[in-house]
Structures are given as C-alpha cells and as structure tokens.
C-alpha cells in the first residue's frame, strides 16, 4: 500500500527543523468589489505579517455575544466542549457555540468577517471550529508558542494552509490581561516539530499545549528576522490571523478578564482527510467533518 504524501511532516519522530512553506498566503486574485471587503493595503499587510487588526468593527454586536456567552456557560455547562484552566478549574472555552446558539451561528455569516475571509482564501468556506475562549482575571493560564495549522494538519488531516481564524475582543486585550502574542512573518515557515502524538493528545494539550510546540533552537532562528508583537485592541475590535502564524499567550496577570469569540474558517476547497498523525480524528467540535458552506 502506497504511504500517503504529507507536504507537511510533523511529531514524525525525527528531528525537529524549519521547511518551507508552499501553499501561498492570498488565494485567487484577492480582489473583492464588496463594500465589506480589504483593501490592497490591507490585503498586503495580511499577506506580510500573517495577521490584521480592524478596531471597532464589531462594536454594535459586543452587547449580544457577552449575553449569549454568559447564557451559553449555563446552558451548557457539564458538556463535553467546556475546558477549565488547568490548576483553578475555572472555565476556559467554550466549543461550538455556533451549533448550541443561532445568534453565534448569525454573527459567524456576518459579511463584515466572511467577505473578508473569502477574499483571502479564494473560494466559499465553512466553520472548522468555533470557541470563547475567557482568560480569567489573575487566574488564565498561558499557552506556549504553537502553530494553528500544525495541529490541524497533524491531528485533524488538513492538508493545505488555506485557513483563516478570525476572532472578535469581547474585552478589552492589553499586554497585561494575557493577550495573544505573535511573531509576524511566521506564517511563511514550517515547524515540523520533533516526538510524536499520544492518543487523544486533545485532552491535555487544550490545557497545556507540549506536542506541536516548537523546540529553543527553531524559535531562536525565527527570531533573527522576525519580532514579536502584542495583539493589543478595545473590545470590539476584530483579528484576522493566517492558520500557520506562531503565536502564544503568557497568564492573565491582571485584575482584567480577557475574553473573545473565535471562528475558524477553512476553504471547502481544503476539507479535513484522516489526521496524518494515523490517530482517530478529534472530535466534532474541535474539527467539523461535516462542512457547511456558508
């Protein structure tokens, strides 16, 4: 039996190294006559540093997300898509909300993200994965520098880079409420990380991330060219980050909550295969096997 071709190895049990990435950053022409759409500008700056920040472009759905967030934490609590902090048992996300909720599922076709999504990716898309995610105030913890699209490749079976996560602030982000922390230009290089993935990786790394984390050595290269950058913005503001940019986030060590609504969007051109770790996929709400176009 032929061994399927990976573009992407990683937790192969060799050593951890960079390769290249071969999947472009803008799909199609990136043009959109929408009035929802980027601008060239824009376009480019997402293409260069892997992420764009547009303040204050979800203003007038703050009021609605906060309410249907904190009714979703009781109408869903003892749920299996409900993760506490790993030490405070708090709770730290909520999965899926969109299927549990239509005013999440409403806010996910909201053109002010999906246009923008589209023009990026180049075709229609579909919801992979939804969250809240709440970092409690003194009590969030971190999670180490990873890449989105490592574990979705590597446990989920997403063959190509043509993912967008898109995320709305819920409160204002700062640099001392455990904001995301990115290192733009990332996103054009591939960690292919050294071990291996245990089975059912998800239970613990949605907790504390180990597998899928890149080694001292990989980081120290990367940051010879590259810098990092706080995502920092008010509540409302909306983040638009490629699928394979490096980022983490140190623990809330302010009085401040940080919270925010994330949607995963992936191209139907780029629907999930079996995982290429060989393990059982992860579950549905971490990766819709059943997409949707939207």
Not at 260 to 272: A, D, I, K, P
Request: aromatic share 8%; glycine share 8%; charged share 25%.
């Amino acid at each position: 039996m032929l061994k399927r071709y990976d573009p992407y190895p990683s937790r192969t049990g060799d050593a951890e190294q960079i390769i290249p990435r071969t999947d472009p950053v803008i799909y199609g022409a990136g043009h959109s006559d929408r009035p929802q759409g980027l601008s060239r500008e824009q376009l480019a700056h997402y293409e260069q540093k892997g992420f764009l920040t547009l303040p204050g472009l979800m203003d007038d759905r703050l009021d609605t997300i906060r309410a249907e967030a904190d009714t979703l934490k009781t109408t869903m609590a003892g749920r299996e898509e409900l993760y506490t902090e790993p030490d405070s048992g708090e709770l730290r996300t909520i999965f899926k909300p969109h299927a549990y909720s239509e005013t999440i599922a409403r806010i996910a076709r909201d053109p002010r993200i999906l246009e923008p999504v589209k023009q990026i990716l180049g075709s229609d898309v579909y919801l992979t994965q939804s969250r809240i995610n709440r970092k409690p105030a003194f009590k969030g913890r971190s999670f180490a520098w990873h890449s989105d699209f490592e574990t979705w490749h590597v446990e989920d079976g997403m063959r190509h880079m043509r993912a967008v996560t898109a995320w709305i602030m819920l409160t204002d982000n700062h640099e001392y409420n455990g904001p995301l922390y990115v290192i733009p230009g990332s996103h054009k290089h591939y960690v292919s990380c050294a071990g291996t993935t245990e089975e059912k990786n998800y239970r613990k790394s949605l907790k504390k991330q180990v597998a899928g984390v890149p080694g001292k050595e990989s980081l120290e290269t990367l940051l010879k060219d590259h810098t990092i950058e706080g995502v920092y913005g008010k509540a409302g503001t909306l983040v638009l980050h490629e699928c394979n940019i490096l980022h983490g986030s140190p623990d809330n060590i302010s009085g401040d909550p940080r919270a925010l609504l994330m949607f995963v969007y992936n191209s139907v051109e780029n629907e999930l295969e079996q995982p290429f770790s060989g393990q059982a996929p992860r579950p549905h709400y971490l990766a819709d096997r059943e997409p949707k176009v939207l």
